[in-house]
């Protein structure tokens, strides 16, 4: 079953059996008007609102406030623009002394409920804490990685041993199951009943 274009689905339950990558949804958010500057999870929670017939208006990000010699950590996330740009990722770098510096799955969750809860208490040293385990704020939710989970399950199979390079059939075997509207994840089942087409 091919995947219909997003102009013929005429319901979120119709939509949601079919797998999209996130630069769709952003794609059917800018033509429809809505936000699309958020995470994939969102993008599907702006999906479903339009579908029940409330709109949600792109909003355009205010620029940064703060220069980087102006940063503490006591300066709010609300007050100074924060993103996870290089300008705070070199501001934490330089605090923690680690030029490895990563900004974790969890610190994009925390930053992105402060902002959508307006949060004006939390800090930079807050984002911090989270990154260290020192504190917990939002936790993030992997649901999303629908790809990553049906390729490392793929690996793992060994009857799929049989592939010379697994990448490239599991991407294959994914964009048949992406296109469908069965369950996106692995089975060995659909591997078996789809091998004669890839």
Excluded at 97 to 107: I, N, Q, S, V
Aim: with cysteine; proline share 3%.
């Amino acid at each position: 079953m091919k995947r219909p274009d997003f102009e013929e689905i005429k319901s979120y339950d119709e939509f949601i059996k079919y797998y999209w990558y996130r630069e769709e949804l952003q794609e059917i958010c800018k033509n429809l008007h809505l936000e699309y500057n958020v995470e994939k999870k969102e993008l599907n929670q702006i999906i479903e609102s339009y579908f029940k017939g409330i709109l949600i208006p792109h909003q355009p990000k205010s620029k940064s406030k703060c220069a980087t010699k102006d940063l503490a950590l006591d300066t709010r996330i609300l007050d100074c623009g924060f993103t996870f740009g290089p300008k705070f990722r070199d501001f934490f770098i330089q605090v923690t002394g680690d030029p490895k510096f990563k900004f974790t799955a969890d610190m994009v969750a925390t930053v992105k409920v402060v902002k959508e809860t307006k949060d004006k208490s939390f800090t930079l040293g807050d984002l911090l804490d989270i990154k260290f385990g020192k504190k917990t704020y939002a936790k993030f939710d992997n649901s999303s990685c629908q790809w990553n989970k049906f390729l490392k399950d793929f690996c793992a199979d060994k009857n799929n041993d049989r592939y010379k390079d697994k990448l490239k059939a599991a991407s294959r075997f994914w964009k048949l199951l992406r296109n469908s509207d069965l369950p996106k994840v692995y089975s060995k089942e659909f591997i078996e009943n789809n091998k004669d087409k890839i």
